[in-house]
């Protein structure tokens, strides 16, 4: 069953980039807020990598049971409600001074965001339709990229001035905007079963290991995160105290990377057009991680926190086009009522995957300075890329294979029909499938 619209729905498009860019902001507001807190007060590297998970554990234990809820329940409850109930959250997590209880607070506020995340992204394809789809996924990343550029520098200046309660209660209030547009937002998904097929049977359930090239991509984006996101947790204290950095620089340094995410967004948005072939867009994908992971690496050479700026721009332009041909990706071939649960699996394993780098960070910080650590994120990162581009191309080269019979088909069609002449008008056959774009 197909929800795609005839027209593009462009006026729901900019409602969910608002409130996935407002809601951004809050949360890498609050993100930020609590980090430089406990950088402040003396903690370590395990207490910061500690509260990091707390942010990401939820995503990745509850990716199975969110992603459901996207597809089954209407996406306005799960917006209206995850939204007051993260407002919320927040709210109390402003009041809240005990290490513990902050934890646990924070935990269920990305608990929430298991919820919204899934439920956004599978919204985007519903509302345009497959050719404004990489300009709407630009919108979206966009969104997200501003409110993570705001968040951290927003941050640094607030926590600086103010302490981190006024931050948080900003965070609070942030999340009103996204029960704001849950209610205004027309195209709306979720509740639906999966739709029979012409000749009467149910349509076959997806499964991602039915899919080996969307198998591939996904194994290979977790698996450089895992093995790169020790940066996460290690540039604030490489920029803090191996530069002699204040918190606002810190703000900026970190600002800088969502500043190249956006812009990269949209250059490659362009270029999405030009990948045919779904195998040479997820590898493309996985070079942009590669782009990544060399800009990380080319960080930890410099003397001054400053000279950070640019590379993490470079950066951060890899990073908006990994993540729009990840999206198109999954669009492509994921069917529309399994979108949700798609892109919570998929979301799942990147949050997982740098919950090993959380970890990875913190142990390591108590053992070594930040600046060779931060070295060895990078390379770690681009020997990912270049191990997992093997399984990637394979299961590239399998698919390609496997069409072949079929395009030589309709080659040979094509060269009977002139001979025969035009076959006369008639219906189209009711059991006749037509492949998904770009498969």
């Known amino acids: 069953m197909s929800f795609t619209p005839v027209a593009s729905r462009w006026s729901d498009v900019w409602l969910v980039t608002a409130a996935r860019g407002i809601s951004s902001c809050g949360d890498f507001l609050a993100a930020s807020a609590l980090t430089l807190a406990l950088q402040s007060a003396g903690a370590g590297g395990l207490a910061v990598s500690g509260l990091l998970m707390a942010a990401t554990l939820p995503l990745v234990v509850l990716a199975p049971l969110t992603g459901r809820l996207a597809d089954r329940v209407d996406s306005r409850t799960l917006l209206v409600v995850a939204g007051l109930a993260q407002s919320g959250v927040s709210l109390a997590l402003a009041y809240t001074g005990h290490p513990a209880l902050v934890i ?36 979206h990343q966009t969104a997200g990229t501003l409110g993570a550029l705001a968040g951290p520098a927003l941050a640094g200046v607030l926590v600086g001035s103010f302490g981190t309660r006024i931050p948080l209660l900003v965070d609070a209030a942030s999340y009103l905007v996204l029960v704001a547009a849950g209610l205004l937002i027309r195209t709306r998904r979720g509740g639906a079963r999966p739709a029979p097929t012409a000749g009467g049977t149910p349509a076959v359930a997806w499964r991602l290991r039915r899919d080996p090239l969307l198998l591939a991509t996904v194994t290979g984006v977790a698996g450089v995160i895992a093995a790169v996101g020790a940066i996460n947790v290690v540039e604030v204290f490489f920029i803090r105290e191996t530069l002699g950095s204040s918190t ?14 956006l812009v990269g967004a949209w250059i490659f948005a362009r270029a999405v057009a030009r990948f045919r072939q779904d195998g040479a867009l997820a590898r493309a994908g996985l070079a942009m991680l590669g782009g990544c992971c060399l800009m990380v690496l080319a960080a930890a050479a410099v003397p001054t926190a400053l000279l950070i700026i640019p590379i993490f721009l470079v950066g951060g332009a890899f990073n908006g086009g990994n993540n729009v041909f990840g999206n198109v990706l999954m669009a492509r071939r994921v069917p529309e009522t399994a979108r ?33 650590l931060v070295a060895a994120a990078g390379l770690a990162g681009l020997v990912a890329v270049a191990v997992l581009l093997v399984p990637l191309s394979r299961a590239a080269r399998a698919e390609r294979a496997a069409r072949l019979p079929e395009r030589a088909a309709r080659a040979a069609v094509a060269a009977v029909e002139p001979a025969v002449g035009p076959r006369p008008a008639r219906e189209p056959d009711a059991g006749l499938a037509t492949p998904a774009p770009g498969r």
């Open 340 to 372: 949700g649960r798609a892109f919570a699996i998929y979301g799942g394993a990147v949050q997982g995957a740098a919950m090993v780098g959380y970890l990875t960070g913190g142990l390591l910080l108590e053992l070594l300075d930040p600046r060779p």
């Open 104 to 139: 646990v607070l924070v935990g269920l506020l990305a608990a929430g965001l298991a919820v919204t995340q899934p439920v956004l992204a599978a919204l985007v394809p519903a509302m345009v339709r497959s050719e404004d789809l990489p300009r709407a996924s630009a919108l």
């Open 248 to 261: 606002t620089m810190y703000g900026l340094v970190t600002g800088s990377w969502t500043l190249g995410v």
